[in-house]
């Protein structure tokens, strides 16, 4: 029997980056070394061969944050709205002969992945895909967690702890409220990490502000009087997609991504601003910003292993045969925690936002409860240091070889 030729393997990464994306990127790389398969990352016909990378640079993609291969918000309509642009991708998946396409993505870039891996069928090209997840927003449903969260997660609660410890210091005589803004979008989930800083009603973070509680001005005022007469300070952690009952968000930015999304951002001086105006308190505020999703120096182990693990799980898959799927991270006990990866489809997973659960959030909507701990505290677990060098981590600044174009054609996003 003729032996099937090795096809080409095509990496991408998308949407927001994380501190481990390029952990996940660093898993598909080895594991599929070893297959003996070529990796190329892309972005329209802009590939770069990583064969040509030696061992060392892939290791280091394993501490290195951000998007390494440069990741795109890009949305892909249906095959009926624009076929034009699936008939360009198959026109490249054919000149480089790609067998095997992985995404790196959340919510977005599942749905995505799903529409990729329908392509082959609709456009007659034999094509194996597998969504690698990845979001710091942690929304992504059927997986205990999302690679990116965990890391996210560790370094909110360690700022709030320390912000916190700042302003406790000196709230006698200055500084009565200080207010951390935290990503997450619709979801609360990095808000919550927060709430892993202190333990108990008079320890920092008094007051948590998620998506998922209908903010409501008077309560909230209510208890920054409280903490501040109890206490001496308050500190508040607000997630970016705190909102109104009627849905409206406390601050938004104006724009639109390529997906629609309203771009968040901004809500900490609108609720210092509330603190100013009603209660009047010394304040300041914080904006973690890409500092939260890019901050690989203090990353959580686990989530640094389990980014490899759903690396590695997706090229084993695709090499099995196994399309339109995406590894998930499966919590199979608590204490100790221990997980394990398994296949789930993408069409139940593109689209699909989790958010934290009501029980996860304190009868009073500003904390987090005991279930919710006993979830967060593992995510965060060990610290996975990069390499320093005078001072600062040893991060890769990857270059890339290009891959020759074949196409003639060229083609604009
Ligand atoms: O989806 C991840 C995320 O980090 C969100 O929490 C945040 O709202 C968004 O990305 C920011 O995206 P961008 O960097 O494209 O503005």
Known sequence: MKKAV???????????????INASACGVIETARRHRRQIVGVLTENLIDLSRESAATIRALRYTPAGAFGSARFKLKGLEQNRTEYERLIEVFRAHDIGYFFYNGGNDSMDTAL???QIGQALNYP????????????DLPLTDCCPGFGSVAKYIAVSTLEGGLDVASMAKTSTK??????????????AAAGGLAGQG?????HIILFPEIPFEQASFLARVKQCVGDYGYCVIVVSEGAKFADGKFLAEAGTRDAFGHTQLGGVAPVVANLV????????HWAVADYLQRAARHIASKVDV?????VGRAAVEYALAGRNAVMPAIIRTASKPYRWKIAPVPLEKVANVEKTVPRHYITADGFGITAAARRYLEPLIAGEDWPPFERGLPKYLRFKGKAVRRRLSTPFTL
């Open 177 to 190: 409220v200080f207010i951390l803004e935290v990503m997450g979008r619709h979801a609360g989930w990095i």
């Open 276 to 283: 100013r105006e009603h209660l009047g308190y010394k304040y």
């Open 201 to 205: 009603r008079d320890q920092a973070p």
């Open 305 to 309: 292993e389990q980014a490899y693990a």
């Open 127 to 138: 094509i194996t895909c597998v969504g690698v997840p990845k979001t710091v927003d942690n």
């Open 115 to 117: 529409k990729i891996s």
């Open 6 to 20: 090795p096809r080409n393997a095509l990496y991408a990464q998308s949407g927001g980056v994380s501190a481990v």
